[in-house]
């Protein structure tokens, strides 16, 4: 429908409110107004080149309605089929939990760069600032691809210094490590001194060594495959796939160790003809019982991941070459296992100068 109007300044022009089809996500009819035109032929023209967008780019392009939300969780539905459950989780997360309060309710075509500016600026005190901008940048990008907005306006701001203080990785002194076992050996259960072992002397993630099962344990040469890993999950808990190929590896243990290990499989009860799980618990009460332990004991503050640091210094300490640790770690890049070695290096060149002149003097 077109109609002719006065405008402020007394002239006429035309306006046209155009019917354009049915939007395919809420089945609702997609209507649109357009004003400022000076004759019947151009509003026409107009009106035919709205409709013909409509039809050939969809509902989505010309429905200034769509919102960033509804864009995100499209993009959520496609990302779901292309990574591991547990990547999914995080990343689902990272969306509801930060970034939807922050753009969902905003129309996505009115989204400018100032607008995304001031939410990375919001971000930039977060230590995972880079994954939650990744996230923002990639739904953007998905709404390109499907002509929902012509340019993505990310492109154009400016990432500042992330403000999050970068905490330094915890790890244990030999007679740190040496204090904790013998509080825990004192106290704790056989299963949770097993899993504080395998995490100080191989390295494992603590996911990895909670789903453990007795034939990953090869008691002749001493060593423990890591093929699984524990995953969270939309629907639950899962046993899934380590976090990359490298990941899939056998880790050397100390005899110690594996005897504790064959002592509880030789104690649980077997199903038969199916291997079964050491642990029956999760990662979370094997955080509660280190915090516990640490509170009763006054030991220093270690986190799980701070047991895997420790192991790493121990491999440092012990002249173990940068590219068997990342093979032992699991690490998937080397630069991973070099970044934990310059970190222990540094922690080793305090002094080193007066050390060198003492050598040298004559």
Not at 48 to 76: H, I, P, S, Y
Not at 195 to 215: H, K, P
Not at 279 to 291: A, G, K, Q, T, W
Request: aromatic content about 10%; some cysteine; proline content about 3%.
């Amino acid at each position: 429908m077109i109609k002719k109007y006065t405008k402020k300044d007394g002239t006429t022009a035309y306006k046209l409110n155009a019917y354009l089809g049915v939007d395919p996500m809420t089945g609702k009819q997609v209507r649109t107004t357009r004003q400022g035109f000076k004759t019947i032929k151009e509003a026409k023209r107009a009106e035919v080149k709205l409709v013909e967008d409509f039809q050939r780019q969809g509902a989505w392009k010309n429905n200034d309605r769509t919102t960033f939300d509804e864009v995100a969780k499209m993009w959520l539905d496609q990302y779901e089929n292309t990574v591991k459950a547990s990547t999914f989780l995080t990343t689902n997360h990272y969306y509801f939990d930060t970034i939807k309060p922050l753009l969902g309710d905003k129309a996505i075509s009115k989204i400018s760069a100032m607008m995304c500016q001031k939410v990375i600026n919001n971000l930039s005190d977060l230590s995972a600032m880079s994954l939650y901008i990744s996230v923002i940048n990639r739904i953007f990008k998905f709404a390109i691809h499907l002509n929902i907005i012509d340019v993505n306006p990310m492109d154009r701001t400016m990432r500042p210094r992330s403000t999050a203080k970068k905490k330094e990785p915890v790890f244990y002194t030999k007679e740190e490590i040496s204090a904790f076992l013998n509080a825990v050996k004192e106290t704790e259960p056989l299963e949770y001194q097993l899993v504080y072992r395998i995490l100080f002397f191989g390295g494992l993630r603590i996911g990895e060594c909670i789903v453990l099962e007795d034939t990953d344990f090869n008691f002749k040469d001493n060593t423990i495959s890591i093929t699984k890993t524990f995953a969270k999950t939309l629907d639950g808990v899962i046993t899934g796939t380590p976090k990359t190929k490298k990941s899939i590896r056998e880790v050397s243990m100390d005899a110690e160790t594996m005897e504790l290990a064959k002592r509880i499989i030789r104690q649980s009860v077997k199903p038969l003809h199916e291997s079964f799980r050491l642990f029956n618990f999760s990662p979370d009460s094997v955080r509660c019982n280190l915090r516990n332990v640490i509170k009763r004991n006054n030991f220093r503050a270690i986190n799980l991941h701070g047991f895997r640091h420790t192991h790493a210094s121990l491999l440092f300490e012990s002249g173990v070459p940068a590219k068997v640790a990342q093979e032992r770690l699991g690490h998937s890049k080397i630069f991973m296992t070099l970044d934990t070695y310059t970190h222990l290096a540094k922690d080793k060149a305090d002094g080193i100068g007066d050390k060198v002149a003492d050598y040298i003097v004559i």
